[in-house]
């Protein structure tokens, strides 16, 4: 069976290499790149691509984005999925309602 995955793209709030053993504490599968995105002339945000392996999405809402929202103040990220790419906050039934009619 195929492994399900959660990609994350995130940065900025007080990201920081903590994360890495903070997720290993969680005891998440996961695969972590550091980036680093030049928004402006002035500003510079580190932050960190995670796939995560085998949690499916209404668990990774409780146990990864909301421990890590809250302890690296992180406002926003991007997520893909098999079924949803975009914002997180808009991921149809995971953290808001679906408008899809069917």
């Known amino acids: 069976m195929e492994e399900y995955k959660i990609k994350i793209e995130i940065s ?8 890495v053993p903070f997720l290993q504490k969680l005891g ?3 695969t972590m790149i550091p980036t680093i995105n030049i928004i402006d002339r002035n500003t510079i ?10 949690v ?3 668990e990774f809402k409780v146990k990864v ?6 302890n690296f103040q992180i406002n926003c990220g991007y997520v ?3 079924f949803y790419r975009g914002c997180i906050w808009n991921w149809p039934d995971i953290f808001r309602e679906s408008n899809c009619p069917g």
């Open 12 to 19: 900025g709030g007080e990201i920081s290499p903590e994360v």
């Open 28 to 30: 998440v599968k996961c």
């Open 45 to 54: 945000e580190y932050g960190y691509k995670i796939t995560f392996y085998n």
């Open 56 to 58: 499916l999405p209404k």
């Open 65 to 70: 984005w909301d421990q890590l929202q809250k």
């Open 80 to 82: 893909q999925t098999q």
